[in-house]
Structure formats: structure tokens, C-alpha cells
């Protein structure tokens, strides 16, 4: 720091040094304040983000139970069901005409898919619903079911 300013505005040379003295080591440790404020917020940035990572990584291991809407379902052919999230074992339900027809039961832990037989006639609005063992729902938008082979027995 330039003493000579500091003299100048008060006019004891020694006085002002000690004073100027003083003042040096207050914007030394006001810039050392600084960079440890920043610092401190970097951590806390930092431990924020690494906490919302954390917090995501557990939804997304027993979070959002979501059950895929099946395209192109045909009947009496095979329909591969998918889902993600949720805790086995399961319970898969078939509703057509806001009535459940038909369900598979102690669908394994660990299990994302099922496979359907599709014995349900053409035509059909079904909506397919399923609970984990939590008690958590996942569900189907509705979708009808299109034409196909005949050669199942259907439900």
C-alpha cells in the first residue's frame, strides 16, 4: 500500500504509518476472507450437487414405478409388457370395459418384463395395471386391441 497517500490525508507521517500498517493487514485479510467465502461456496456448491446426484440415484432405484403402453398389440399374439422402477414381486391386472379380466401374479423381483398371451378379442379398450410390493401403482394408457390370429382361447 503507498504510505504517501495515507500521510497525506493525515499528516503524521509515523501516526499514518502505523495506521497504513494497519490497513494493509485488514485488506490482506479482507482478500483472504474473500477467497475463503469463495471457497466455502464452491464446497457448499459442490456438496449441493453432489447431494441432488445422491438424492436422484435413489428415486431412480426404488423411485418411479412406470409401466410402458404396449404399440401394435395384436390379438392372440404375444405382448411384451415393460417397466422400470418398483419393487418385486408384482401383480399385473388386465381391465377391459372398466372391469379387471384377467391377472398375473408373483411376478418376480427384479423382473421389467412380462409377456402377454393377448387372448383378448380385437377391438377390445384395455388398460393394463400393475402394483408392486409396496403397494405403488403403475398403469397403461388405454389402447385397443388389433386384428390378428384366432387361435387363442380368448378370455
Known sequence: MDCSICTALWGFHQTTLEFCDLLELLTISLQQLVLITQRSHNIMHF???AALVFAA????????????????????SPTVMLWTGG?????????????????????????????????????????????DAEGKIAQTAPFVIQDGPDDCNFI
Open 87 to 131: 419393487i418385486g414381486p408384482f401383480l399385473l391386472v388386465l381391465i377391459a370395459g372398466g372391469q379387471p379380466v384377467q391377472q398375473f401374479g408373483d411376478i418376480p423381483v427384479g423382473a421389467t418384463i412380462f409377456t402377454w398371451p393377448t387372448n383378448v378379442a380385437a377391438g377390445t379398450a384395455v388398460t393394463v395395471t400393475m402394483r
Open 57 to 76: 440415484g435413489a428415486v431412480t432405484a426404488t423411485g418411479n414405478f412406470v409401466l410402458d403402453t404396449p404399440v401394435g398389440t395384436k390379438q392372440c
Open 47 to 49: 456438496a449441493f450437487l
